[in-house]
């Protein structure tokens, strides 16, 4: 039996382990706990939830690309009111942190949001600044640090839980999007969101995703949401959960050197399913390899050249 200590911190927040699963590759969690407990995870992120219902962008909504896939879902989901009745109650039930994220056209529908998820028993909200694929608010919002700080303050001043601001890497400069966030009084950053991509069908010429542009995430993105993740570490004091192409317990190590306090694991989900419990049961003796006896003594541990 290893005596590694994988409790990990996120502000407040105490999780079992660094492992989350990240938004939109879990659902609400329910259809993921036929394949095994949800009670072995840190944490789940919600799919991306809105005031109102939303289809989603019509098909072709995913294609694939060297080192992961594009997807532009464009943020399906049943709308807050009915995700409360019938889906945040099960998933909190779960021996897990319920993380839901939230996702605004502007200021006010992020308000809203933040204001029907008081007294529901979740952990942590994370604002989502940072959508590739639907046209008003998230993206356009984690691009302008004013809007950032803005957003993350009204929801701060109403919320009873902590707010986690995830961030998008389309911006040239993202260790000023999370002092944004930490101005507005976030409790964390997550990042990376997926990389604007697209893929054109040679023969028809025409793009292979329907709304002509998705996001890119998988193995392939994972050096840069490394080097975002470091840059905000040494930008802003609040913690970071760091994503974007997990696929390994290493990589988890590698993630949290470079400052993630926890991690989130996406389309390596979607791959295989077990993905999680399989980087958690490796994890202490990858910690262990390198002289380690905690995940948390290695948060931001890397010694830059
Ligand atoms: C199919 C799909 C749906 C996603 N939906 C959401 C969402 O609703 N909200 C959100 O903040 N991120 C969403 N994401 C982004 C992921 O949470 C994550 O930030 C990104 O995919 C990078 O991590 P990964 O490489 O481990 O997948 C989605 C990603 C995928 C692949």
Same mark, same amino acid.
């Given at each position: 039996m290893s005596t590694i200590d994988l409790s990990c911190r996120v502000g407040d927040l105490t999780c079992k382990n660094p492992l989350i699963a990240a938004s939109g590759t879990f659902g609400f969690g329910r259809e993921m706990s036929r394949f095994f407990d949800l009670g072995v995870l840190g944490g789940v992120v919600s799919k991306g939830v809105t005031v109102k219902e939303r289809r989603g962008n019509p098909p072709h909504r995913i294609a694939e690309a060297p080192g992961g896939?594009?997807?532009?879902?464009?943020?399906?989901?049943?709308?807050?009111?009915k995700v409360i009745k019938e889906d945040l109650p099960w998933l909190i039930k779960q021996d897990t942190k319920v993380i839901v994220n939230a996702a605004g056209d502007d200021l006010g529908d992020y308000v809203k949001l933040a204001e029907a998820l008081n007294g529901v028993g979740i952990d942590a909200i994370e604002l989502n600044l940072s959508c590739p694929n639907v046209k008003t608010g998230c993206m356009a919002i984690g691009s302008e640090p004013a809007l950032i700080e803005e957003v993350t303050r009204a929801c701060k001043e109403i919320a009873d839980v902590p707010i986690w601001v995830k961030l998008t890497p389309n911006v040239t400069h993202i260790g000023d999007m999370a002092k944004a966030a930490e101005a507005g009084g976030a409790d964390a950053v997550s990042l990376i969101n997926t990389l604007l991509g697209?893929?054109?069908?040679?023969?028809?010429?025409?793009?292979?995703?329907?709304?002509?542009?998705?996001?890119?995430s998988g193995p392939g993105v994972f050096p840069v949401a490394l080097r975002m993740v470091h840059e905000c570490f040494k930008a802003v004091n609040i913690p970071i959960v760091g994503?974007?192409?997990?696929? %390994? =317990?290493?990589? +988890?190590?590698?993630?949290? #050197?470079?400052?993630? %306090? =926890?991690?989130? +694991?996406?389309?390596?989900? #979607?791959?295989d399913p077990y993905t999680m419990p399989t980087m958690i049961e490796a994890l202490p003796s990858v910690l262990e390899s390198i002289g380690a006896t905690s995940v948390s003594e290695i948060v931001g541990q890397m010694r830059p050249w």
């Amino acid at each position: 039996m290893s005596t590694i200590d994988l409790s990990c911190r996120v502000g407040d927040l105490t999780c079992k382990n660094p492992l989350i699963a990240a938004s939109g590759t879990f659902g609400f969690g329910r259809e993921m706990s036929r394949f095994f407990d949800l009670g072995v995870l840190g944490g789940v992120v919600s799919k991306g939830v809105t005031v109102k219902e939303r289809r989603g962008n019509p098909p072709h909504r995913i294609a694939e690309a060297p080192g992961g896939m594009l997807n532009a879902v464009g943020l399906q989901n049943p709308g807050i009111e009915k995700v409360i009745k019938e889906d945040l109650p099960w998933l909190i039930k779960q021996d897990t942190k319920v993380i839901v994220n939230a996702a605004g056209d502007d200021l006010g529908d992020y308000v809203k949001l933040a204001e029907a998820l008081n007294g529901v028993g979740i952990d942590a909200i994370e604002l989502n600044l940072s959508c590739p694929n639907v046209k008003t608010g998230c993206m356009a919002i984690g691009s302008e640090p004013a809007l950032i700080e803005e957003v993350t303050r009204a929801c701060k001043e109403i919320a009873d839980v902590p707010i986690w601001v995830k961030l998008t890497p389309n911006v040239t400069h993202i260790g000023d999007m999370a002092k944004a966030a930490e101005a507005g009084g976030a409790d964390a950053v997550s990042l990376i969101n997926t990389l604007l991509g697209m893929r054109i069908d040679i023969r028809t010429k025409r793009p292979v995703i329907r709304n002509n542009t998705g996001g890119y995430s998988g193995p392939g993105v994972f050096p840069v949401a490394l080097r975002m993740v470091h840059e905000c570490f040494k930008a802003v004091n609040i913690p970071i959960v760091g994503l974007g192409g997990i696929m %390994s =317990a290493e990589d +988890v190590v590698e993630m949290m #050197l470079a400052g993630a %306090s =926890a991690v989130q +694991v996406g389309t390596a989900t #979607l791959l295989d399913p077990y993905t999680m419990p399989t980087m958690i049961e490796a994890l202490p003796s990858v910690l262990e390899s390198i002289g380690a006896t905690s995940v948390s003594e290695i948060v931001g541990q890397m010694r830059p050249w």
